[in-house]
């Protein structure tokens, strides 16, 4: 048995409400989670329920109240080292252009300039980027962005990959082409995922495995689902295999109460 | 009018100084404003002898002292104050405890007219160009500091985790995010912080020098001289219009990350 990536042992997460003390609002309470080495498991579910927050305890970015994170059995202490993050808004340094934020994270590597450039021209060419390293990020469009930020993260070649609904501001054609364009990048050196994401048809096409997580305050794990469809996988196509269907159906079965139990609190809480 | 708009403004200038001639011309105009006829020249000038006290100041070439002076004083004053504005700045903004220990202070001496420095300064660095430099600091520092200040407060947090997840450690936060930020903050107001530079040389060269085109224009009223007085206000403004040509071309330079509308090309 090999050592699982990241584990979630009794995670909850409390924060005090903004200008009143006494009140603490729970986004994840009690959760387990094992995201075994090169294994790719997205998280789902509804709107504000605290899919983030458990990513960021991942990436050692936010201290959980009480519980602990392992990550390839060693406690995490401080930020995690071995994972890379890919943010659901931009991250890009505008200041810098596209290359340069390819480069970056050698540099604070330490890695000498011309080194960090060679290796950085050769990721923008594995995303389809090449030529638009002089770029600035606001001259390329989203899809291009968020190719950079991928090409930025894989550089330092992390085991984990965090990634935060990376894809959710990309118009849907884009967005396949994203989504097959990882698999090919994730088949070829298998890391671990931890893909967040509200779209199911997205989660399953991707994955090993799919974690529905019930609707916050408190959220905590509900449902497991292995995704047994074949790889190679084709995003587009594989959404019209009867297997995929099924496990939709099934998937989607135990997050609907769920999803209609967070859209009725979005509800209150705007009509408040 | 679109297609001939530089024409136009031309001609809106010239009609502008034809009617100030005309209007001051002695005895051209029944008395109906002045009893005696030479007084709307006096308190007003005449363009024409303006224009003439300007062509010998510069074919003389009396004025090119006086206006590397005020350049100087001006050069100096931006460099310093944006200096210290961009060190206070980034301190103040990275610590929250320095920050309201001296928040009260900065607010304080910020509210200050600090204009009625400027004898103090002469005081403490003499009538040379120190005194004039001393002044445009303060001025400057305060828009520079204030803009850092914010734009330390303002860096997206996304960027800042993003850079954090990449592996920089706090003094590559420093110099890959903070400052690069701040620094993008400090060009945005460099056009009202070079203007405040300017101002701060030009009123310390007025209330008290030897050189530098205040010095000019506060002779010049010292003898009722008002036609030497106007040439000096045009000249500054002439020079205050090059400036501001040499910064917004500056800029455009140093910003080019920055998105315009204009400019924006998406693939």
Redesign the interface.
Same mark, same amino acid.
């Given at each position: 048995m090999t050592i699982p990536a990241v584990t979630f042992e009794n995670i909850t997460c409390s924060f005090t409400a903004r200008g009143d003390a006494g009140q603490s609002y729970t986004a994840v309470k009690d959760v387990n989670l094992v995201v075994g080495d090169g294994e790719f498991v997205s998280v789902v579910g509804p709107t504000g329920c605290g899919k983030s927050t458990l990513l960021n305890v991942a990436?050692g970015?936010l201290k959980p109240s009480s519980g602990m994170l392992r990550v390839f059995g060693e406690p995490l202490a401080g930020?995690n080292?071995k994972?890379?993050?890919m943010?659901q808004?931009?991250?890009?340094?505008?200041?810098?252009?596209c290359l340069d934020n390819v480069t970056?994270?050698l540099e604070?590597?330490g890695v000498a300039r011309e080194e960090a450039r060679r290796q950085a021209e050769e990721w923008l060419a594995r995303v389809g980027l090449s030529g638009?390293g002089d770029r600035?990020?606001?001259?390329?469009?989203g899809g291009?962005r968020k190719r950079t930020?991928l090409a930025?993260?894989l550089i330092?070649d992390p085991k984990i990959m965090l990634m935060d609904e990376p894809f959710s501001a990309l118009d849907i054609q884009t967005r396949q082409l994203m989504e097959n364009e990882l698999l090919e990048l994730w088949s070829a050196n298998r890391k671990s995922v931890i893909f967040i994401t509200h779209d199911l048809e997205e989660a399953i096409s991707l994955s090993d495995r799919v974690v529905v997580l019930s609707a916050g305050p408190a959220t905590r794990p509900i449902g497991e689902f292995t995704v047994d469809l074949p790889r190679p996988r084709d995003v587009s196509e594989i959404r019209l295999s009867p297997h995929f269907i099924e496990l939709h159906d099934r998937i989607w079965h135990s997050m609907k109460a769920e999803v209609l139990k967070g859209y009725a609190q979005t509800r209150n809480r705007v009509s408040a | 009018m679109r297609k001939h708009l530089r024409l136009w403004q031309a001609g809106l200038l010239l009609a502008i100084f034809g009617l100030w001639q005309v209007l001051a011309q002695p005895e051209l105009l029944p008395p109906i404003v002045w009893d005696n006829p030479h007084r709307a020249a006096f308190f007003f000038g005449e363009p024409l002898k303006i224009f003439h006290v300007i062509w010998v100041w510069f074919s003389g070439g009396e004025i090119y002292g006086h206006l590397w002076v005020t350049l100087q004083e001006t050069a100096l004053a931006f460099i310093i104050g944006s200096v210290l504005g961009l060190a206070v700045g980034l301190w103040l903004g990275l610590s929250p405890t320095a920050s309201a220990l001296f928040d009260p202070y900065i607010t304080a001496m910020n509210a200050m007219p600090r204009v009625v420095l400027a004898p103090i300064f002469m005081v403490w660095f003499g009538l040379g160009i120190w005194s004039k430099v001393a002044l445009g600091v303060t001025l400057v520092f305060f828009i520079v500091f204030f803009n850092v200040y914010q734009g330390v407060k303002e860096v997206?947090p @996304?960027?800042l985790?993003?850079?954090?997840?990449?592996?920089?450690?706090r003094r590559?936060l420093l110099r890959?995010?903070y400052l690069?930020?701040a620094t993008?903050w400090v060009f945005s107001s460099l056009h009202t912080s070079v203007g405040m530079a300017f101002v701060g040389a030009v009123v310390g060269e007025y209330l008290g020098s030897a050189k530098g085109v205040g010095y000019l224009i506060q002779q010049a009223e010292g003898a009722f001289d008002i036609n030497t007085v106007f040439a000096g206000i045009l000249v500054l403004t002439a020079f205050a219009l090059v400036l501001d040509f040499a910064v917004t071309r500056v800029e455009r330079r140093l910003l @080019?990350?920055?998105?315009t509308q204009s400019e924006?090309?998406?693939?």
């Amino acid at each position: 048995m090999t050592i699982p990536a990241v584990t979630f042992e009794n995670i909850t997460c409390s924060f005090t409400a903004r200008g009143d003390a006494g009140q603490s609002y729970t986004a994840v309470k009690d959760v387990n989670l094992v995201v075994g080495d090169g294994e790719f498991v997205s998280v789902v579910g509804p709107t504000g329920c605290g899919k983030s927050t458990l990513l960021n305890v991942a990436a050692g970015l936010l201290k959980p109240s009480s519980g602990m994170l392992r990550v390839f059995g060693e406690p995490l202490a401080g930020v995690n080292r071995k994972a890379g993050y890919m943010f659901q808004s931009e991250a890009l340094m505008p200041w810098r252009s596209c290359l340069d934020n390819v480069t970056a994270g050698l540099e604070f590597r330490g890695v000498a300039r011309e080194e960090a450039r060679r290796q950085a021209e050769e990721w923008l060419a594995r995303v389809g980027l090449s030529g638009f390293g002089d770029r600035y990020p606001h001259q390329l469009s989203g899809g291009m962005r968020k190719r950079t930020a991928l090409a930025q993260m894989l550089i330092l070649d992390p085991k984990i990959m965090l990634m935060d609904e990376p894809f959710s501001a990309l118009d849907i054609q884009t967005r396949q082409l994203m989504e097959n364009e990882l698999l090919e990048l994730w088949s070829a050196n298998r890391k671990s995922v931890i893909f967040i994401t509200h779209d199911l048809e997205e989660a399953i096409s991707l994955s090993d495995r799919v974690v529905v997580l019930s609707a916050g305050p408190a959220t905590r794990p509900i449902g497991e689902f292995t995704v047994d469809l074949p790889r190679p996988r084709d995003v587009s196509e594989i959404r019209l295999s009867p297997h995929f269907i099924e496990l939709h159906d099934r998937i989607w079965h135990s997050m609907k109460a769920e999803v209609l139990k967070g859209y009725a609190q979005t509800r209150n809480r705007v009509s408040a | 009018m679109r297609k001939h708009l530089r024409l136009w403004q031309a001609g809106l200038l010239l009609a502008i100084f034809g009617l100030w001639q005309v209007l001051a011309q002695p005895e051209l105009l029944p008395p109906i404003v002045w009893d005696n006829p030479h007084r709307a020249a006096f308190f007003f000038g005449e363009p024409l002898k303006i224009f003439h006290v300007i062509w010998v100041w510069f074919s003389g070439g009396e004025i090119y002292g006086h206006l590397w002076v005020t350049l100087q004083e001006t050069a100096l004053a931006f460099i310093i104050g944006s200096v210290l504005g961009l060190a206070v700045g980034l301190w103040l903004g990275l610590s929250p405890t320095a920050s309201a220990l001296f928040d009260p202070y900065i607010t304080a001496m910020n509210a200050m007219p600090r204009v009625v420095l400027a004898p103090i300064f002469m005081v403490w660095f003499g009538l040379g160009i120190w005194s004039k430099v001393a002044l445009g600091v303060t001025l400057v520092f305060f828009i520079v500091f204030f803009n850092v200040y914010q734009g330390v407060k303002e860096v997206s947090p @996304v960027v800042l985790n993003n850079t954090v997840m990449l592996g920089a450690n706090r003094r590559q936060l420093l110099r890959y995010v903070y400052l690069p930020s701040a620094t993008s903050w400090v060009f945005s107001s460099l056009h009202t912080s070079v203007g405040m530079a300017f101002v701060g040389a030009v009123v310390g060269e007025y209330l008290g020098s030897a050189k530098g085109v205040g010095y000019l224009i506060q002779q010049a009223e010292g003898a009722f001289d008002i036609n030497t007085v106007f040439a000096g206000i045009l000249v500054l403004t002439a020079f205050a219009l090059v400036l501001d040509f040499a910064v917004t071309r500056v800029e455009r330079r140093l910003l @080019v990350w920055r998105p315009t509308q204009s400019e924006t090309e998406p693939l």
